[in-house]
């Protein structure tokens, strides 16, 4: 890619894609409240939904919250084929928001233009390009999201590229790659959005991955790793099937792990663990306990060894400091404990016991 350029910008889908997943159900206040921890959070885009898909992506757009740092995202399709781009009721109401940016999909896998579409694949990307172009002229920041693109690459890369270039003819701030069937592994992702850098720019290039096969924390970094510099997820990994991209293992990975940059702070991380237990509060579910970071196990030490050493240096079983994700250490007292899962859990509750008592060993046998 050209230049050296660091900074990736974080694209919150949660109240758009998440709202796909089986069994959740937002309202127009769960939408409101969870755009606002984002907000304060700092990602960069805040995708609120579809306008005119649903009466509640209606309703939350009829009134959008006040963003102080995230730009509000209105989702939509390209326009239908045998219409104009400004005679098409569904573009019309995702550029007719209130919202300073939209992102628009479109078909960019030739065997889903012949067969979901049923057009011919020029006509796929005159569509494209007039849908793009549409939003750019209204002085709205213009996304595409081309769905299927690496099935698509890995079918037709010609074809697939002249969906790409399109969009960006059309004026599109950002052209996002979409890994929709959530089957393409790292080493793909990463060579392939290499191959698309070398056409378009980097600093233009977003990445959107499904977890099908467990891979898409690792694919997204991938993609950032080849040059993307635009990140697509959700709070928690919410998302049809398997789920999308987890923005919260996603945001400390980069913050803590990589030389990216992003408009997140320090400070603010420490309540990523707050806003992903909101989210499953506003969804009435429990947390997973094994989730990454934020987890109630992510810093437990159960086995005595372990205990005795992290005692001594946390960092001998623990990647980061729990409080850097607003999180905390939790030493659990079992038939697999030592003497210092005993001590620990005594300091815990403010209870001196001197570490030499003889005492100490009939607790532990």
Known sequence: MAGDDKRVYIFD????????????????????????????????????GWPGANPTDDAFFAEPPTLKRAKLVAFGMTRRAGRSAANDPALAASVGTKAP??????????????????????????????????????????????????????????????????????????????????????????????????????????????NDTENAVANSLAALNAGARQVQGTLNGLGERCGNANLVSLIPTLLLKTNFSTGIAEKALTQITKISRLLDERLNRAPSRSAAY????????????????????????????????????????????????ILARFRDIGLAVDADDPKIATLVE
């Open 13 to 48: 889908t949660t109240l758009r894609d998440g709202a796909q997943t089986q069994g959740v159900d937002f309202g127009v206040g769960d939408k409101l409240a969870i755009a606002q921890a984002l907000d304060r959070l700092g990602v960069d885009y805040i995708e609120g």
């Open 101 to 210: 940016a939209v992102c628009l999909f479109g078909k960019s896998w030739d065997f889903h233009v012949d067969v979901a579409l049923g057009v011919e694949r020029s006509e796929n990307l005159t569509m494209i390009e007039e849908s793009i172009a549409l939003v750019a002229s209204r002085g709205t920041e213009a996304m595409f999201d081309a769905e299927h693109f690496f099935d698509g690459y890995k079918a037709n890369p010609s074809y697939a590229f002249d969906c790409l270039m399109a969009a960006e003819r059309a004026g599109a701030r950002w052209i996002v790659l979409c890994d929709t069937n959530g089957g393409t592994l790292p080493r793909e992702v990463e060579r392939i959005v290499g191959k698309v850098i070398e056409k378009i720019p980097g600093t233009k290039i977003g990445i959107h991955t499904h």
């Open 294 to 341: 934020v987890g109630e196990s992510a810093f437990v030490h159960k086995g005595g060894l372990h205990v005795s050493a992290v005692e001594k240096d946390p960092r001998t079983y623990e990647h980061i400091e729990p409080a850097l994700v607003g999180n905390r250490r939790h030493v659990v007292v079992s038939d697999q404990s030592g003497r210092a899962n």
